[in-house]
């Protein structure tokens, strides 16, 4: 028994140590995606001000197009004017201009406007952009640094598995199955008697099953816990 003991000592160590890789392994990716979380929405806006920027222009150059057609029935008009005979019709005219005029100026407010709405948005672009460009630069590092470190993980799992393959069908069967209800709980499945405590849960132990794990014939588990109860504490 005490060889099975120290069998299922070395196979906890490496379940403990795997669990702590496979920890790491869906922790590190799960860490990057959040720290581009913020990258993703940042893109998005930008995005967005930039169809704002092609809407705004549409609207500039329809805008432009009506400054210049009002520009044309201006002209059209002081043709006209040249060709006047009477008083009546040159004072007709002469209004229509000044309408002509006014519609115009308001064109022009119009198109000023949509333009200085759009230097302003491209300029809030361009510093988002640059923002987000360093955000890029510092999280390319890191996804490298991950994808380094999460290659270095994935070795170390291939090994330990190997590892445990090597060793597990060694066990018997019955202290193997006992052994893997208790580690499946991903804990540390041996614990040792520890001045007549379970070293694991504290647990005061009764003297018979203090006695039992000493003598290690038999598989004594922690009536507390369920660990298996070993005598001493052997450092792996
Ligand atoms: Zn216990």
Not at 38 to 59: H, Q, T
Not at 143 to 164: D, H, P, V
């Amino acid at each position: 028994m005490k060889a099975i003991i120290e069998q299922l000592r070395t196979l906890n160590d490496i379940d403990v140590r795997l669990g702590v890789v496979k920890r790491d392994l869906e922790r590190l990716p799960r860490e990057l995606a959040e720290k581009q979380a913020p990258m993703k929405s940042m893109k998005a806006a930008i995005d967005r001000a930039k169809m704002e920027v092609i809407r705004m222009k549409v609207d500039a150059d329809s805008a432009d197009l009506e400054v210049k057609a009002g520009e044309e029935a201006l002209k059209r008009l002081g043709v006209q004017m040249d060709l006047l005979k009477t008083q009546k019709e040159f004072e007709a005219i002469r209004r229509q201009m000044e309408a002509q005029r006014n519609w115009n100026k308001e064109n022009e407010t119009k198109e000023l406007g949509i333009l200085e709405k759009m230097e302003a948005k491209t300029k809030d672009i361009e510093k988002q952009q640059a923002a987000l460009d360093a955000l890029d630069l510092a999280s390319s590092d890191e996804s490298t640094r991950i994808e380094k470190e999460l290659g270095e993980l994935r070795a170390r799992y291939e090994e330990l598995s190997g590892q445990r393959a090597k060793i597990a069908p060694e066990i018997p069967d019955t202290e193997l199955t006992i052994y893997n209800r208790i580690a499946g709980r991903g804990v540390v499945a041996l614990s040792f008697v520890k001045n007549g405590n379970c070293s694991e849960c504290y647990m005061r132990l009764p003297a018979q099953i203090q006695n039992l794990a000493l003598i290690g014939k038999d598989l004594t588990c922690c009536p507390s816990c369920g660990r298996i109860l070993t005598a001493e504490k052997k450092q792996v």
